[in-house]
């Protein structure tokens, strides 16, 4: 019997049934602890929430952010604290979305989505930013989102609320609204720290030689952080310790997570079956889609929005902070082409901004520097906020046909750091770090000048619009 039943006893049980696929198991979970939160009033679950992120967020030590220690392979061992913050806004999230796809009608999932949207608006209150973002990323998701009929049956109240919360965590001018969000806010507070986390990784590899003890910047996000830990106190909220405790079991293992993502489409398509009249007509549904907080989509991929499309080819990455949770392969941040991955290069080159022949080394890959690294040559295109890598064909060359007609991988530039080099010796280098794969990567361009024009280009190309058409999806 879970604590929700409990509560309530006098009332009749709600039978539910189990939805399985032939995925991997999810994590050990009993259909008895699935929550009926219906019956809980929502401001007392937000207020548990924000009691255990509270917990949560004051155990992290400073010298796990001066390490950067979260986007390492070793990451729980030396920012086991970091890494559990992490790890519970993923789990809320994803146990948001299993509690609005429990019900079996419509009506009931509506209800659930109000219940939640009901959270986020005490959660705002209690300046706890960090579930917040988690429950807005679950009803963004792909899998609630696409749920149509069930749309339609959300108050537009709500609707308009969720349009707000979700207009706060904008990635636009990085993270220009919530930053000023944050900055007027009155402790106590819980904040999103993944703001936090992509600056100093932005310091860190702007600065690679350099602690991060060093960078007025970095303490100046020191001092933030420890302000909110230390001066942050919900004492005033009452513990519910039965509560507490079946929020703190909802819990998913990492390594599964892209399965449980897996099902919960699956069962969404159950539930609602696309059909040509809700592909075309999606006025219910809060925003235009845009998947919550998964840097991936940004980087051009399609949206699982597309009928009967699977998550289990995307890479996963934790949804507060982006790290990679398992994954060492050399093409992390960067996508692979196929043949096909491009509408045929005549499209292409209609919107190449420039193109060249780079050289290219890798200094820092997923923030650890490689045991080798060698300069290779490409040719590059800029396309849109992507760049484009065609591979040599030859061992000498610096023309386009001494390279394939085909792209071996793109990158997206969208919230790279790009500058000149500061190398005395080679005035035709420039840096392209990306903080939320941890890459970092010096090229050459033949020259000075060239290299401040692809500098110039990469820039302005940054602030164009992703084209999500004809991308292969990320890994």
Request: net charge positive; proline share 5%; glycine share 4%.
């Amino acid at each position: 019997m879970s604590c929700f039943d409990a509560r309530d006893d006098d009332h009749p049980r709600i039978s539910k049934k189990t939805f399985s696929t032939n995925s991997l198991p999810r994590p050990a979970r009993n259909s008895s602890h699935v929550f009926e939160v219906l019956r809980i009033p929502s401001d007392e679950v937000a207020c548990q929430l924000t009691l255990i992120d509270s917990e949560l967020f004051t155990k992290i030590d400073l010298e796990e952010l001066i390490s950067c220690g979260w986007i390492k392979k070793n990451k729980q061992q030396i920012a086991p604290h970091t890494v559990a913050y992490t790890r519970r806004f993923n789990h809320v999230s994803y146990w948001a979305v299993e509690e609005i796809l429990n019900p079996e009608t419509c009506k009931l999932r509506a209800d659930v989505i109000s219940y939640f949207i009901r959270v986020s608006k005490r959660l705002y209150e209690l300046n706890n930013l960090h579930s917040l973002f988690a429950i807005v990323s679950a009803l963004r998701s792909a899998s609630i989102y696409r749920l149509t009929s069930t749309w339609s049956l959300v108050p537009k109240k709500d609707r308009q609320m969720l349009d707000k919360y979700t207009d706060l965590f904008s990635d636009k001018d990085n993270w220009a609204k919530l930053r000023e969000h944050l900055d007027s806010l009155k402790v106590p507070c819980v904040p999103y720290i993944g703001v936090y986390l992509t600056d100093l990784v932005y310091l860190s590899m702007a600065n690679p030689s350099c602690s991060l003890k060093e960078s007025v910047a970095a303490n100046n996000i020191f001092r933030i952080v420890t302000t909110y830990q230390t001066d942050s106190s919900y004492l005033n909220l009452p513990r519910d310790y039965p509560l507490q405790a079946q929020l703190r079991y909802v819990r998913y293992i990492d390594e599964l997570l892209k399965f449980v993502e897996d099902d919960n489409f699956k069962k969404s398509l159950q539930l609602e079956p696309p059909t040509t009249e809700h592909h075309h007509n999606q006025s219910s549904s809060p925003l235009k889609f845009i998947p919550g907080h998964k840097k991936t989509n940004s980087w051009g991929n399609r949206s699982k929005l597309a009928e009967g499309e699977s998550s289990s080819a995307e890479s996963l990455r934790h949804l507060l902070d982006d790290s990679l949770l398992e994954k060492n392969e050399d093409t992390i941040g960067e996508t692979e082409l196929s043949t096909n991955g491009l509408a045929g290069e005549d499209h292409v080159a209609a919107d190449i901004s420039l193109e060249g022949c780079l050289r290219r080394k890798t200094i820092l890959k997923n923030g650890k520097k490689p045991p080798m690294a060698a300069w290779q040559r490409y040719w590059c295109q800029v396309w849109g906020p992507v760049l484009l890598y065609y591979s040599a064909k030859t061992l000498t060359g610096s023309e386009r046909s001494d390279f394939k007609t085909e792209p071996c991988k793109m990158k997206s530039i969208t919230g790279c750091l790009v500058q000149m080099a500061d190398d005395p010796l080679h005035g035709d280098s420039f840096h392209l770090a990306d903080p939320q794969s941890g890459n970092y990567y010096k090229f050459r361009a033949g020259s000075t000048t060239r290299a401040l024009v692809w500098c110039r280009k990469l820039r302005e190309c940054q602030k164009k619009p992703n084209r999500p058409t004809n991308l292969i999806k990320f890994d």
